[in-house]
């Protein structure tokens, strides 16, 4: 096992990440602005979230969701023998995931729901996984859930000829070994970006990263939490929610999109829960000197938010992430 599962109690609901890696570095030409004298003047990210030279860490996980009498899965990672050359790091892998997933009680087979907040190559692998030579879905008894724009955009590369493109030649490969399998299987529903998947889960629209990205809003007896999917990558960019992924869609949407989420969150007890953040992976976000900070959030707590008479959170634009 990579590392031990850590659990969030969301009120009813329960939050369980598995981990398929962990990595430092690696990433800087994506995030060109977090250099190592930017971020180690954020003191807060040590040690958890940068070395002491100033290194990024990040983790590659999936997140279990259990509530209203489902089990959700929230993003599949890298997956194994998936080519990926751009990537090397996470090209033909082989990773412990399933069964890591297994001890911690989620046999592949008793996942109820798939869902993927984006379309990129380290949120769908374990899609799919390869028997006798063939891509066939990993959780067979599942729906996948995909935002149809996000979706409709990937599948707009069918049939374009070969790119010298590095990403879109994996976004290619990963449509052919990740997405289409599930699809011809027909176990994909589309969804809008406000779906509301039980009465504990729904999407949140947070575009920018990609067209159709989603973040995942947990509500449970007086109790939520937000799972961020790829609107943030690492909890530098709390700190300047301006820094931008290079390859980011729209890089000035995902910035607003950061400040906006953030903003409203700040200084309410709703759990956030990052996609790539390493453990301790969650927290409270408060306003800091600059930007924001997360602030500790201990496993296995039950995170309690007030709420506004229409059951939502306001953004300073007044887009409102709910909390119902």
């Not at 406000?194 to 067209?211: F, Q, Y």
């Not at 989603?214 to 530098?236: K, M, N």
């Amino acid at each position: 096992m990579t590392e031990a599962p850590l659990r969030w109690q969301i009120g009813d609901a329960v939050v369980t990440r598995i981990v398929e890696s962990t990595f430092e570095g690696g990433l800087d030409t994506f995030l060109p602005q977090a250099t190592p004298e930017a971020v180690l003047a954020i003191d807060w990210l040590r040690p958890n979230f940068v070395t002491a030279e100033g290194i990024l860490k990040f983790s590659i996980h999936a997140l279990v969701i259990e509530a209203d009498g489902l089990r959700v899965l929230v993003d599949t990672c890298v997956g194994n023998e998936k080519p990926r050359a751009a990537f090397a790091m996470w090209d033909m892998q082989q990773y412990s995931f399933l069964q890591d997933l297994e001890l911690a009680g989620f046999a592949r087979e008793s996942i109820d729901i798939v869902l993927c907040t984006h379309l990129h190559l380290d949120h769908v692998g374990w899609n799919t996984m390869k028997i006798d030579g063939r891509w066939v879905p990993t959780f067979p008894n599942a729906r996948y859930l995909i935002e149809r724009r996000e979706m409709a955009g990937l599948r707009a590369l069918e049939g374009t000829p070969p790119s010298e493109d590095g990403l879109e030649t994996i976004s290619k490969a990963m449509l052919s070994d990740s997405i289409l399998p599930v699809v011809e299987e027909g176990l994909v529903d589309l969804v809008d970006a406000d779906h509301r998947v039980s009465s504990a889960i729904r999407l949140v629209p947070t575009p920018g990263h990609t067209i159709g990205h989603v973040s995942v809003l947990i509500a449970s007896g007086g109790a939520s939490a937000l799972i961020t999917g790829d609107c943030i990558h690492h909890p530098c960019q709390l700190a300047h929610t301006d820094w931008s992924i290079v390859n980011d869609f729209d890089p000035a949407l995902s910035a607003q999109t950061r400040e906006e989420t953030f903003a409203a969150l700040a200084g309410m007890p709703t759990l956030v829960i990052g996609t790539h953040w390493p453990a301790p992976s969650a927290g409270h976000v408060h306003r800091a000197d600059f930007g924001y900070r997360l602030g500790e959030a201990p496993q296995d707590r039950l995170s309690r938010t007030s709420r506004s008479s229409e059951g939502s959170l306001q953004t300073p634009t007044g887009r409102s992430l709910p909390t119902s």
